[in-house]
């Protein structure tokens, strides 16, 4: 019986500073839709954007129904048909915000059969708020929050009183990440 291969994956969100990313046990019969959902789980994120993924040069994600889009239907494409130990890729979540992932496959090993998966093993920072404006609009809410007496135009201070960008934690992302499974 061939056991299940898990791929641990380095996501980094480009163009944040200080740098946000996640270290993430992901199977690799998971299909890329659920590879999505992993990553926006692990980041605090809804969901509710379109994304994309960029591998080889093919682009991967939600159908267009209007066909102006050539994807890949990332419900036909399992991560182990795609990745192997060492690859890089492309994922985007938020094609207004364009959030800009860089994947990579750290290594790939067999399944702990005690262990439930996906896993997030490690990270740092919170992920930016939802529709905050792409990375030059998170930089705008880091310079707002960092100094109460900057202006604050787009009231970034009352939308986001609670947002804390240094704080995250592993084990919350973890039992978020098991009960989508």
């Not at 040069?57 to 239907?73: N, R």
């Not at 130990?85 to 992932?101: A, I, N």
């Not at 090993?109 to 896993?119: G, H, K, L, M, T």
């Not at 490690?122 to 998170?138: C, F, K, L, Q, T």
Request: charged share 30%; glycine share 8%.
């Amino acid at each position: 019986m061939q056991r299940r291969r898990i791929y641990q994956l380095k996501v980094t969100l480009v163009d944040t500073e200080p740098p946000i990313w996640r270290q993430l046990l992901v199977p690799g019969g998971f299909t890329l839709d659920r590879v999505s959902r992993v990553i926006q789980l692990s980041l605090g994120w809804q969901g509710y954007h379109l994304h994309s993924f960029e591998i080889d040069g093919e682009q991967y994600g939600e159908p267009d129904p209007l066909e102006e889009l050539e994807l890949e239907d990332e419900l036909e494409v399992r991560l182990d048909a795609i990745a192997t130990e060492g690859k890089q890729f492309t994922y985007v979540y938020d094609f207004g915000d364009w959030w800009e992932h860089e994947v990579l496959v750290e290594r790939v090993f067999d399944a702990d059969p005690d262990e439930r998966y996906p896993v997030c093993l490690a990270g740092e920072r919170a992920g930016p708020p939802e529709d905050v404006g792409g990375a030059s609009g998170y930089a705008d809410l880091l310079a707002v929050l960092a100094d109460p007496a900057k202006p604050d135009p787009a009231n970034l201070r009352d939308w986001l009183a609670d947002f804390e960008p240094d704080r995250w934690d592993a084990a919350q992302a973890s039992t978020l990440l098991r009960r989508m499974t």
